[in-house]
């Protein structure tokens, strides 16, 4: 079946630091890559996605590329802030699969002064 | 994108009882799905809404537990039934769009209705 492999957090950083959370999937075909971001106490926003190799997908200084030949959509930062603190989600769909979404673990993200 | 409201945003319930949670998308989406998001754990997608018709449900969850509507294209309620302290979770809707729109593939999600069960 199809699964979405991230790294464990928490990620503690200082603000301005450079972020990359790793986000690995297994999948048979070509699937949709998304980043989900679930700030305290709110539900999820979609962040960015990419729907086929070598996109790149941007949004809020965020950025990830999908790699088809290392299955990964790793997610990075140039420079965090605070309020980037959250939980980060990786997911994947495929269009033909009713469009349900297989999310990762999460990972929680905190950004320190 | 959509605005999604959910109501309630959390409850306290006593075990044994029944709550349903109503999901409002404020445009017509295609499909609508509930999930459950246990204590510091991801995502479990619990069913897709079918509007007019019955839920599909994932592996491990089950009508009789999780009764859900969809009765337009905008509105969908689930029911938790029955509940325990093991219930306790935050149960979120999602909406996709028809691929017109320039949106398909991508899920909006509401945010969350908090549960706790005594």
């Known amino acids: 079946g199809n699964s979405v492999t991230q790294m464990e957090g928490p990620v503690t950083l200082s603000e301005e630091a450079f972020l990359t959370i790793n986000c690995t999937y297994t999948?048979?075909?070509?699937?949709?890559l998304f980043w989900y971001v679930q700030y305290p106490g709110e539900g999820l926003q979609l962040l960015l996605k990419a729907t086929k190799a070598d996109d790149k997908g941007s949004n809020k200084g965020f950025e990830a590329t999908y790699r088809k030949e290392t299955t990964s959509f790793h997610l990075e930062k140039g420079s965090v802030q605070v309020s980037d603190s959250a939980v980060y989600f990786c997911?994947?769909?495929?269009?033909?699969?009713?469009?349900?979404?297989?999310f990762g673990t999460g990972t929680q993200l905190k950004v320190e002064l | 994108s959509a605005v999604i409201s959910q109501k309630p945003s959390r409850d306290i319930c006593q075990r044994g009882t029944s709550l349903t949670i109503q999901c409002q998308v404020d445009?017509?989406?295609?499909?609508m799905f509930w999930y459950r998001q246990q204590p510091g754990q991801s995502l479990t997608l619990i069913a897709t809404a079918n509007q007019g018709s019955e839920a599909t449900y994932e592996s491990g969850f089950v009508i009789d537990k999780f009764p859900i509507s969809r009765p337009n294209l905008t509105f969908s309620t689930l029911t938790v039934s029955n509940m325990s302290p093991e219930d306790s979770s935050i149960y979120l809707c999602?909406?996709?769009?028809?691929?017109?729109?320039?949106?398909?593939?991508?899920?909006?999600f509401g945010p969350g209705t908090r549960l706790t069960v005594t």
């Open positions: 445009s017509q989406v295609t499909m």
């Open positions: 999948a048979t075909g070509y699937p949709s």
């Open positions: 997911a994947l769909t495929f269009t033909g699969g009713g469009n349900k979404l297989t």
């Open positions: 999602s909406a996709s769009f028809p691929k017109t729109s320039g949106f398909s593939y991508e899920q909006y």
